[in-house]
């Protein structure tokens, strides 16, 4: 079962460490998304990899014939179905969207990201500041994890918290 105490690593390291196009890739996505260090973009991409994964494997399961067949098809409509309702997938999508899809899309969905793009802060590095600092809540509850998956329905109860100084000030972006 594991020892309590000790996480186990929710990344993966590239494979070959000093790949100058990977490198300068990781570099610009960084930059892009405001992360801390490449661990956050390793997170996202063995998270990618993972429903890449799974994906594939329904694919090849889903044309069996009896019970296997029936259960891929069930297990593929709620991989999508959570997919959809985190909102890295658009409706109606099939099980080969899931193959098309980046890293970016992972990313955007980010609280970090999202609190940035709805305007609550002026940067990207001030977004995450603000959330681990807890000013951002999500529904009135508080969130200090700047890479909280936000869903599609959680989307709209993203503000200020209660008792957050940001939240009198009114501050959007373009503003100070």
Known sequence: MGDPKRHRR?????????DRTRLERE??????????????????????RKYRRVARDLLAKI????????????KAQMVIKK?????????????????????DSFLERRLQTIVYRQGLSNTLREARQMIVHGHIAIEGRRVTVPGYIVKKSEESGISYYKSSPFKDRGIVRGEA
Not at 27 to 46: D, F, T
């Open 10 to 18: 929710k990344f993966v390291t590239p494979m070959r460490p000093w």
């Open 27 to 48: 570099a610009q996505e960084i930059v892009k998304y405001g992360l801390r260090n490449k661990r956050e973009l390793w997170r996202s991409q063995n998270i990618l």
């Open 63 to 74: 044309n069996l014939p009896g019970k296997e067949g029936d259960y891929a098809k069930a």
């Open 83 to 103: 997919l959809i309702k985190t909102g890295i997938l658009p409706e109606n999508a099939t099980l080969d969207d899931i193959l098309n899809l980046s890293v």
